[in-house]
């Protein structure tokens, strides 16, 4: 095997001149540097693969020099040119790597980029609908998958609709690429690098987002990437011993120190493939080896911290870690026992940022060092909490011709006169309570995961009064015994509230949820808490535990409330337990009492005391059940609580007024007397119905204008309002008197309006939304004639009023859809491309479109069209005894909350893109959604989809609406409604709060549109 078998030489490394962003540096690639030392430190080893024995015990040595390297790499190519690539010298169609962490996945990684072959490095962890998905979405066909991987290679493209297309290839061993080597007796004068290097803009390697916000995202790299990671240290001298890196190389981090062992000659040692890091295992390989350094995660240093370890690792030059936050306990555990933490930094999309050094004694653990190499730029955002400068890092990646900003917010470590930072939270993180109060919740979950009973803990209360705490045991806890172990960890609770605000404290051991110590939380692949898809997955409980504080009350807490002295003994309580702020004559009945200085968490305690003291008088029971969560908010004073309690059942309870009395403020205190107007096409429809209810109950719109076709002897509005009624849209009287219908012709000249309405349109419109198509999915292209010169005379229109020469620019806004092959989508595309000529031949407006994902009924009301697929799918399963077996992912988002986000893309004013793709930002699987409507049906038996579709096919059509729609579920339904189309929504989100709130579809929601399907008949 060549000199796999030789010892590290002793002769000195010849160092390559790198400098990252110097245009004239010789080196443009990675490849450069392999070719680099092939021939200036042959012999130096470039790494030390472990591996065990056939039996998996005795661990071996497998020892790769740089010249190895090189003609491994060749041989590699070679072979992949007359294999995988079809005898091609070259391809620019990416290949994936679905490999173990291995040295063999850089020898193919190399072997790509030497063919210049884009690669796609797949993350071994990731499941097979997320393989698929970016295999799609990088329009990949060809993947080279390690043995113990291809099946998992098979089950994503199974169901791929061009399955054939896909070529798997199996790995090469090491053993294998070597002894092909040898054979070859290849030059050494071979160049890597060969040719002239690739355009900067040219893609080289994709990598892949952790799937945070669900599907993982491919991240396109050029050649000068790595680099980056080649560049990123501050070793003037390289330690001896070779540096053991417990990292995967399918991760951005993890290619750092192969990268590292390319530029400084710090050779890496990697663990035996698909192993999973443990503390007895990692002190036995750096002795093995005589390891000087170890790169690895917080896990496996917390596991270390508490082993034998200790005494290994203070001998190491460094012990750098990443990916992750480091216990508090087990950080100041290695640095007593003279361990040299250093603490990395960086994002798969940016590289690493922070560069390895040896740590001195002034070195604090808890700080990342920036690196001064890579253009970093820090903006200050504010100062946090404890009165400390907060930053936000952006910075260019190397090839990107684009800024790219992380959503960590920073803090500086003081005194420092280094550019040492910490990681203090993420923008994404913060949760925002129902009074607008903000919870960044890190420390608290930081400090309680300290406990060593405690495996897991996340903060929760998006949109609630107060937050509570899911924690995970560290082992196993019988239901009977969950309260025992709340106990447990409640004092660990208490101190941790001690570092949070008033507001952010979980107060009561009935926010506790304590779920299974074996149960599957929502990670990324790369081990992180996935928080949204956690309060998904755990939605149920979570609703839990408001309902049992809404509805539990603490004897404890009774006090004297009496009807005929609310006023005395409400302004007693507030006395007693809160410390307000009160004009020289004390506290006025008519003080606002959060102007007096009351704040959220005094508000939540004094609503429970209330409720308490309330609940003790057999007369003034029923008032405290009828207390509402917001009450003090709502009645923020004691004069206004005191009529409350007393007239609990009258309007003042009722929200429908807020509506007024915000309308009346937004008047009182607007400081621009502009009016906003808005015109939609469409209205009567499912989506532009609730867009209509949602325009006319803001604040900020003065008058819709809503566009429908005429229908004789029939009033316009009384036939707006029937349509809004039938899907349980009511528009209060101020609402209601915002809206004006008028009938048209969209196809006509003047959209069919009179002079005299047309001529209002064009002087008050600003905006414009073209929410109205022909709902027929049998019409061709050519049918939608009318449907175009519809969208050119509403262009026209918005055209024209940016040219009236009014101070506010006009914006359209046309909802379409994802593309089909068939005549109803095509046409939309079409339109799309109008919209986008107009976009590039209209100053004067802004033109956009919204492509809509897959809408499901209405969240709240339950209401779902019946004519619509899934209620037909479901319809006809209960008429055939079986539900069709689906895979893959959904990403259903309800009509409502889509109306919401079309809403606040169309009066958003900061964002010039032209295409926003709306759908639920959270995919959630077929399986999991199946297992609900199974059980809301009381339908249990499932077939596979073809069955189904035949059984569908012989049914009669009276009893089955699906058998109507039969061509599309036997064309397109699949693919469409199984993840196989997925629309990337961050442009969305960023413009759109509503869309940032959106989360899975809930088995609460399924009941409520399984029961109005009931209650009218539809379903039996």
Same mark, same amino acid.
């Given at each position: 095997?060549?000199?796999?078998?030789?010892?590290?030489?002793?002769?000195?490394?010849?160092?390559?001149?790198?400098?990252?962003?110097?245009?004239?540096?010789?080196?443009?690639?990675?490849?450069?540097?392999?070719?680099?030392?092939?021939?200036?430190?042959?012999?130096?080893?470039?790494?030390?693969?472990?591996?065990?024995?056939?039996?998996?015990?005795?661990?071996?040595?497998?020892?790769?020099?740089?010249?190895?390297?090189?003609?491994?790499?060749?041989?590699?190519?070679?072979?992949?040119?007359?294999?995988?690539?079809?005898?091609?010298?070259?391809?620019?169609?990416?290949?994936?790597?679905?490999?173990?962490?291995?040295?063999?996945?850089?020898?193919?990684?190399?072997?790509?980029?030497?063919?210049?072959?884009?690669?796609?490095?797949?993350?071994?962890?990731?499941?097979?609908?997320?393989?698929?998905?970016?295999?799609?979405?990088?329009?990949?066909?060809?993947?080279?998958?390690?043995?113990?991987?291809?099946?998992?290679?098979?089950?994503?493209?199974?169901?791929?609709?061009?399955?054939?297309?896909?070529?798997?290839?199996?790995?090469?061993?090491?053993?294998?690429?070597?002894?092909?080597?040898?054979?070859?007796?290849?030059?050494?004068?071979?160049?890597?690098?060969?040719?002239?290097?690739?355009?900067?803009?040219?893609?080289?390697?994709?990598?892949?987002?952790?799937?945070?916000?669900?599907?993982?995202?491919?991240?396109?790299?050029?050649?000068?990437?790595?680099?980056?990671?080649?560049?990123?240290?501050?070793?003037?001298?390289?330690?001896?011993?070779?540096?053991?890196?417990?990292?995967?190389?399918?991760?951005?981090?993890?290619?750092?120190?192969?990268?590292?062992?390319?530029?400084?000659?710090?050779?890496?040692?990697?663990?035996?493939?698909?192993?999973?890091?443990?503390?007895?295992?990692?002190?036995?390989?750096?002795?093995?080896?005589?390891?000087?350094?170890?790169?690895?995660?917080?896990?496996?240093?917390?596991?270390?911290?508490?082993?034998?370890?200790?005494?290994?690792?203070?001998?190491?030059?460094?012990?750098?870690?990443?990916?992750?936050?480091?216990?508090?306990?087990?950080?100041?555990?290695?640095?007593?026992?003279?361990?040299?933490?250093?603490?990395?930094?960086?994002?798969?999309?940016?590289?690493?940022?922070?560069?390895?050094?040896?740590?001195?004694?002034?070195?604090?653990?808890?700080?990342?060092?920036?690196?001064?190499?890579?253009?970093?730029?820090?903006?200050?955002?504010?100062?946090?909490?404890?009165?400390?400068?907060?930053?936000?890092?952006?910075?260019?990646?190397?090839?990107?011709?684009?800024?790219?900003?992380?959503?960590?917010?920073?803090?500086?470590?003081?005194?420092?006169?280094?550019?040492?930072?910490?990681?203090?939270?993420?923008?994404?993180?913060?949760?925002?309570?129902?009074?607008?109060?903000?919870?960044?919740?890190?420390?608290?979950?930081?400090?309680?995961?300290?406990?060593?009973?405690?495996?897991?803990?996340?903060?929760?209360?998006?949109?609630?009064?107060?937050?509570?705490?899911?924690?995970?045991?560290?082992?196993?806890?019988?239901?009977?015994?969950?309260?025992?172990?709340?106990?447990?960890?409640?004092?660990?609770?208490?101190?941790?509230?001690?570092?949070?605000?008033?507001?952010?404290?979980?107060?009561?051991?009935?926010?506790?949820?304590?779920?299974?110590?074996?149960?599957?939380?929502?990670?990324?692949?790369?081990?992180?808490?996935?928080?949204?898809?956690?309060?998904?997955?755990?939605?149920?409980?979570?609703?839990?535990?408001?309902?049992?504080?809404?509805?539990?009350?603490?004897?404890?807490?009774?006090?004297? $409330?009496?009807?005929?002295?609310? =006023?005395? #003994?409400?302004?007693?309580? +507030?006395? &007693?337990?809160?410390? %307000? /702020?009160?004009?020289?004559?004390?506290?006025?009945?008519?003080?606002?009492?959060?102007?007096?200085?009351?704040?959220?968490?005094?508000?939540?305690?004094?609503?429970?005391?209330?409720?308490?003291?309330?609940?003790?008088?057999?007369?003034?029971?029923?008032?405290?059940?009828?207390?509402?969560?917001?009450?003090?908010?709502?009645?923020?004073?004691?004069?206004?609580?005191?009529?409350?309690?007393?007239?609990?059942?009258?309007?003042?309870?009722?929200?429908?007024?807020?509506?007024?009395?915000?309308?009346?403020?937004?008047?009182?205190?607007?400081?621009?007397?502009?009016?906003?107007?808005?015109?939609?096409?469409?209205?009567?429809?499912?989506?532009?119905?609730?867009?209509?209810?949602?325009?006319?109950?803001?604040?900020?719109?003065?008058?819709?204008?809503? $566009?429908?076709?005429?229908?004789? =002897?029939? #009033?316009?509005?009384?036939? +707006?309002? &029937?349509?809004?009624? %039938? /899907?349980?849209?009511?528009?209060?009287?101020?609402?209601?008197?915002?809206?004006?219908?008028?009938?048209?012709?969209?196809?006509?000249?003047?959209?069919?309006?009179?002079?005299?309405?047309?001529?209002?349109?064009?002087?008050?419109?600003?905006?414009?939304?073209?929410?109205?198509?022909?709902?027929?999915?049998?019409?061709?292209?050519?049918?939608?004639?009318?449907?175009?010169?519809?969208?050119?005379?509403?262009?026209?229109?918005?055209?024209?009023?940016?040219?009236?020469?009014?101070?506010?620019?006009?914006?359209?806004?046309?909802?379409?859809?994802?593309?089909?092959?068939?005549?109803?989508?095509?046409?939309?595309?079409?339109?799309?491309?109008?919209?986008?000529?107009?976009?590039?031949?209209?100053?004067?407006?802004?033109?956009?479109?919204?492509?809509?994902?897959?809408?499901?009924?209405?969240?709240?009301?339950?209401?779902?069209?019946?004519?619509?697929?899934?209620?037909?799918?479901?319809?006809?399963?209960?008429?055939?005894?079986?539900?069709?077996?689906?895979?893959?992912?959904?990403?259903?988002?309800?009509?409502?909350?889509?109306?919401?986000?079309?809403?606040?893309?169309?009066?958003?004013?900061?964002?010039?893109?032209?295409?926003?793709?709306?759908?639920?930002?959270?995919?959630?699987?077929?399986?999991?959604?199946?297992?609900?409507?199974?059980?809301?049906?009381?339908?249990?038996?499932?077939?596979?989809?073809?069955?189904?579709?035949?059984?569908?096919?012989?049914?009669?059509?009276?009893?089955?609406?699906?058998?109507?729609?039969?061509?599309?579920?036997?064309?397109?339904?699949?693919?469409?409604?199984?993840?196989?189309?997925?629309?990337?929504?961050?442009?969305?989100?960023?413009?759109?709060?509503?869309?940032?709130?959106?989360?899975?579809?809930?088995?609460?929601?399924?009941?409520?549109?399984?029961?109005?399907?009931?209650?009218?008949?539809?379903?039996?």
């Amino acid at each position: 095997m060549g000199d796999m078998a030789a010892a590290t030489s002793s002769d000195d490394f010849h160092r390559p001149v790198v400098t990252l962003r110097d245009p004239d540096c010789p080196f443009h690639s990675i490849l450069d540097l392999v070719d680099f030392n092939a021939k200036h430190n042959p012999n130096h080893t470039f790494a030390i693969q472990l591996t065990k024995d056939v039996d998996g015990g005795l661990t071996e040595k497998l020892v790769i020099s740089f010249r190895t390297l090189k003609s491994t790499i060749l041989a590699c190519s070679n072979d992949l040119a007359q294999t995988v690539l079809g005898g091609a010298p070259e391809a620019s169609q990416p290949v994936a790597l679905l490999m173990a962490s291995h040295v063999c996945l850089i020898i193919y990684m190399f072997a790509l980029m030497h063919r210049k072959v884009p690669v796609v490095l797949l993350s071994a962890r990731l499941s097979p609908s997320a393989i698929e998905h970016l295999l799609k979405a990088t329009g990949t066909s060809k993947i080279i998958a390690s043995a113990n991987l291809l099946e998992r290679v098979k089950d994503a493209v199974a169901n791929h609709v061009s399955f054939e297309q896909f070529s798997v290839h199996e790995q090469e061993s090491l053993e294998a690429l070597i002894a092909r080597d040898e054979s070859m007796s290849m030059s050494s004068h071979t160049s890597l690098a060969q040719g002239t290097p690739t355009k900067h803009t040219e893609h080289s390697l994709i990598l892949h987002s952790s799937g945070t916000t669900g599907m993982p995202k491919p991240i396109y790299h050029t050649e000068r990437y790595l680099l980056a990671f080649a560049t990123c240290h501050d070793l003037p001298v390289t330690p001896d011993g070779p540096c053991l890196s417990t990292l995967p190389l399918f991760h951005g981090y993890g290619l750092l120190p192969s990268c590292l062992a390319l530029s400084v000659g710090l050779t890496v040692c990697l663990p035996p493939k698909s192993e999973i890091p443990n503390a007895p295992a990692m002190v036995h390989y750096l002795r093995l080896v005589n390891a000087g350094s170890l790169i690895s995660v917080p896990s496996v240093l917390e596991d270390m911290a508490a082993s034998d370890g200790l005494k290994v690792l203070k001998q190491l030059a460094f012990v750098a870690f990443g990916g992750g936050k480091l216990k508090e306990s087990a950080g100041q555990a290695l640095i007593v026992g003279g361990v040299p933490l250093l603490n990395h930094y960086g994002a798969t999309e940016s590289g690493p940022l922070a560069p390895i050094f040896v740590p001195g004694s002034d070195y604090d653990w808890h700080y990342f060092r920036l690196r001064e190499d890579a253009g970093i730029q820090l903006q200050p955002t504010g100062v946090n909490d404890d009165g400390r400068q907060q930053f936000r890092l952006s910075v260019q990646p190397p090839g990107w011709n684009s800024i790219f900003q992380i959503q960590d917010e920073l803090v500086r470590a003081p005194l420092s006169v280094h550019q040492n930072y910490a990681a203090v939270g993420r923008m994404d993180d913060v949760l925002v309570l129902a009074n607008g109060e903000k919870v960044r919740p890190g420390i608290l979950e930081a400090q309680v995961t300290e406990h060593p009973d405690v495996k897991s803990a996340i903060v929760f209360g998006n949109d609630q009064t107060e937050v509570g705490l899911l924690l995970q045991p560290a082992h196993r806890v019988d239901v009977q015994e969950h309260g025992r172990f709340v106990d447990l960890i409640w004092p660990d609770i208490q101190n941790a509230n001690l570092l949070m605000d008033a507001h952010a404290q979980v107060l009561s051991k009935q926010c506790v949820i304590v779920v299974p110590h074996d149960a599957e939380l929502p990670r990324s692949d790369k081990g992180s808490i996935l928080r949204r898809e956690v309060y998904t997955t755990f939605e149920v409980e979570i609703s839990n535990v408001y309902t049992r504080l809404d509805n539990s009350v603490n004897k404890k807490l009774a006090e004297p $409330l009496r009807w005929e002295n609310f =006023e005395d #003994d409400i302004s007693t309580m +507030l006395h &007693k337990h809160c410390h %307000l /702020r009160s004009q020289p004559g004390g506290l006025s009945p008519d003080d606002d009492l959060f102007a007096r200085g009351l704040d959220s968490l005094q508000a939540v305690q004094l609503r429970r005391r209330q409720q308490a003291s309330l609940a003790n008088s057999q007369k003034m029971a029923l008032q405290a059940e009828s207390l509402p969560r917001d009450f003090v908010y709502r009645f923020p004073s004691i004069r206004k609580m005191a009529d409350a309690m007393r007239g609990v059942h009258h309007e003042e309870f009722d929200t429908e007024f807020d509506q007024v009395a915000m309308d009346k403020l937004v008047a009182q205190y607007s400081t621009s007397n502009r009016v906003h107007i808005a015109l939609i096409t469409g209205a009567t429809g499912g989506l532009g119905s609730h867009v209509v209810e949602h325009l006319a109950k803001s604040p900020n719109i003065h008058t819709v204008f809503c $566009l429908i076709r005429p229908e004789p =002897e029939c #009033d316009p509005k009384a036939r +707006l309002l &029937k349509a809004l009624s %039938l /899907r349980g849209l009511d528009l209060d009287e101020v609402a209601e008197s915002k809206v004006r219908v008028l009938e048209c012709d969209l196809a006509s000249q003047d959209l069919g309006l009179s002079g005299e309405d047309y001529q209002q349109v064009l002087t008050s419109v600003r905006w414009v939304m073209h929410a109205g198509w022909p709902m027929d999915f049998k019409l061709t292209l050519a049918s939608f004639a009318p449907a175009f010169q519809a969208l050119r005379n509403l262009l026209s229109l918005v055209d024209k009023i940016g040219r009236s020469g009014r101070d506010a620019t006009p914006k359209f806004v046309f909802i379409s859809c994802c593309a089909l092959d068939i005549g109803y989508a095509r046409a939309k595309l079409v339109c799309e491309a109008i919209v986008e000529h107009a976009s590039t031949h209209c100053s004067t407006a802004t033109v956009q479109y919204i492509r809509m994902g897959q809408l499901c009924g209405n969240s709240k009301t339950g209401i779902w069209n019946e004519e619509e697929h899934i209620p037909a799918l479901l319809k006809s399963s209960l008429v055939m005894g079986a539900l069709p077996e689906m895979s893959g992912t959904l990403s259903w988002i309800p009509v409502d909350q889509a109306a919401e986000v079309a809403c606040d893309i169309l009066l958003d004013t900061g964002s010039e893109r032209l295409c926003f793709h709306v759908e639920s930002p959270i995919r959630q699987s077929w399986a999991d959604m199946l297992s609900i409507i199974r059980r809301q049906l009381g339908l249990h038996k499932t077939t596979a989809y073809d069955q189904w579709l035949a059984e569908l096919s012989q049914t009669a059509s009276t009893d089955s609406p699906a058998v109507k729609l039969l061509p599309n579920f036997q064309t397109h339904f699949e693919r469409m409604a199984c993840g196989q189309v997925t629309l990337d929504t961050f442009a969305a989100r960023e413009v759109s709060p509503a869309l940032r709130r959106v989360g899975g579809v809930s088995d609460v929601e399924i009941g409520r549109y399984v029961a109005r399907w009931r209650e009218s008949g539809f379903l039996k």
